[in-house]
């Protein structure tokens, strides 16, 4: 799916989405990532919903976002609870969908001006 919006100078955001890949801005990601409109974290090693721990949400809680989109693959999959708490626990939300909408809302938050993470789980390859 292709995305496309006008954003600000400098701001990361998704231009594409696809089951095995996607864009940010111009590159092209194949493995597991975080997403802020700051910052770009690769190779988070998260490729499933079943793999989502505690380890997994402290990195995202370093980013110091109000709102987690954990992007879960072609299907929305949630994670085991615990570690969802542990970012609750934090005042921080978190939604579970698609990584295709999770690239989407990303893109509206982040253009509002939120403090907004994707984290988006990629198959490995091959």
Not at 32 to 47: G, I, M, N
Not at 81 to 104: D, F, H, K, P, S
Request: charged fraction near 20%; glycine fraction near 6%.
């Amino acid at each position: 799916m292709q995305l496309s919006q006008d954003l600000p100078e400098g701001f990361l955001f998704f231009r594409a989405c696809a089951a095995d890949a996607v864009t940010v801005v111009d590159r092209v990601l194949t493995r597991s990532f975080l997403l802020a409109p700051d910052r770009l974290v690769e190779d988070w090693p998260v490729v499933h919903a079943g793999q989502f721990d505690l380890a997994a949400a402290e990195a995202i809680a370093a980013l110091e976002p109000e709102v987690v989109l954990l992007g879960t693959g072609e299907r929305q999959v949630f994670p085991p609870r615990e570690a969802q708490v542990a970012l609750l626990r934090r005042r921080i939300g978190v939604e579970v969908m698609t990584n295709a909408a999770a690239c989407r809302t990303y893109n509206l938050l982040a253009g509002e001006g939120r403090r907004v993470v994707a984290a988006i789980m990629l198959p490995p390859a091959g």
